[in-house]
């Protein structure tokens, strides 16, 4: 080879590796601290409390009695969820007279799944499209608002649902007696998942959910399905914690130790987006002692808004006053 061949080769050798910058190295990202934090959802379970784990705070709360209807604020969102922190239901009475009194005495009654599958709740699909538009299929739907935290009926209201139209929904109510009906709309806030509503002062707009990238995790009484032992589903309120459905998973873990796992542990195990992935079942009452015990063996590998990993276990239900229904967490970012 001559010169001439030589030194082309060696341009062109010089110049295909000055095209491939080499890989920046990043250091290993290190664990952060072990914290502690107690929910304060009070003896009587009325606080509803956001909880973010990368900054470690209670970052909103409000009273569960607050709403009784969540409106989906997702862009293809159509959802219309109950309040079943008060053990809200719903019922269908297809199309009859609005704004008359109402007969539910054959009426079948439905709760919204605790997982949030949206084929699983208790309004449902409440449309057709129509070019473009979720037109209304004029149904009554009877609208039980549950009970407070003393346990007090809140009482029942008929609703339409009329459209869902350039993202605001439009609808109706008035009381199970009838009379004046009231109209409403709610257009969407894409900074959250659900705007919230309630029956109250002849209707208004609760806006009780902080932005869906600033919290992880509700701490929240809600309506779930348990099982006789012989298999048959009922309704039960119970207190726990559901996930943000905004890109947090889940994944229990009893396996590992909470002082040992660690990111290489957790890195390919099966996440759950079920709002109750981590539920309420981290908790059961003595009956002979009269009060609740944690699990604490039980881990909870959390992926959260960000995408870290944390680890998480339920140490206490109890405050420094021995009072229920303060959960006290332990969990670190991994």
């Given at each position: 080879m001559n010169r001439t061949g030589l030194f082309l080769i060696m341009?062109?050798?010089t110049?295909?590796?000055?095209?491939?910058?080499?890989?920046?190295?990043?250091?290993?990202?290190?664990?952060g601290d072990v914290m502690t934090d107690t929910i304060g959802m009070d003896?009587?379970?009325k606080n509803q409390v956001y909880f973010d784990l990368g900054t470690g705070t209670s970052v909103q709360s409000n009273l569960k009695t607050s709403s009784d209807l969540g409106f989906d604020c997702s862009p293809d969102g159509w959802r219309i969820i109950l309040n079943t922190s008060d053990f809200a239901t719903v019922a269908d009475l297809g199309v009859l007279p609005f704004g008359q009194a109402q007969d539910t005495a054959h009426a079948i009654w439905k709760f919204d799944k605790s997982d949030g599958n949206p084929d699983s709740l208790g309004i449902g699909r409440w449309f057709t499209v129509n070019n473009g538009d979720t037109l209304s299929n004029h149904h009554v739907y009877v609208v039980n608002r549950g009970m407070d935290e003393n346990g007090d009926n809140l009482g029942l209201m008929q609703v339409i649902f009329d459209s869902l139209s350039q993202g605001t929904y439009y609808f109706r109510f008035t009381n199970m007696s009838g009379g004046a009906v009231n109209k409403f709309s709610v257009k969407k806030d894409p900074s959250v998942n659900f705007l919230f509503f309630t029956f109250k002062f002849g209707g208004a707009l609760?806006?009780?959910?902080?932005p869906k990238t600033d919290y992880d995790l509700l701490f929240t009484q809600y309506t779930t399905l348990l099982y006789t032992d012989i298999g048959e589903a009922y309704p039960y309120l119970v207190t726990g914690v559901l996930i943000n459905p905004n890109k947090v998973k889940v994944c229990p873990d009893s396996l590992h130790s909470f002082e040992t796992v660690t990111l290489d542990n957790v890195i390919d195990l099966h996440y759950s987006s079920n709002?109750?992935?981590?539920?309420?079942?981290w908790k059961s009452y003595d009956f002979n002692a009269g009060s609740y015990t944690v699990n604490?063996?039980?881990?909870?590998?959390?992926?959260?808004?960000?995408?870290?990993?944390?680890k998480l276990?339920?140490?206490s239900f109890y405050n420094e006053s021995g009072q229920k229904g303060y959960p006290v967490i332990e969990f670190q970012r991994l």
């Open positions: 341009l062109i050798t110049l295909l590796t000055s095209c491939f910058k080499e890989d920046d190295k990043v250091p290993p990202r290190q664990p003896q009587t379970y609760k806006p009780l959910e902080p709002l109750d992935a981590i539920g309420y079942d604490s063996k039980l881990l909870y590998i959390i992926r959260d808004t960000e995408g870290y990993y944390f276990r339920f140490i």
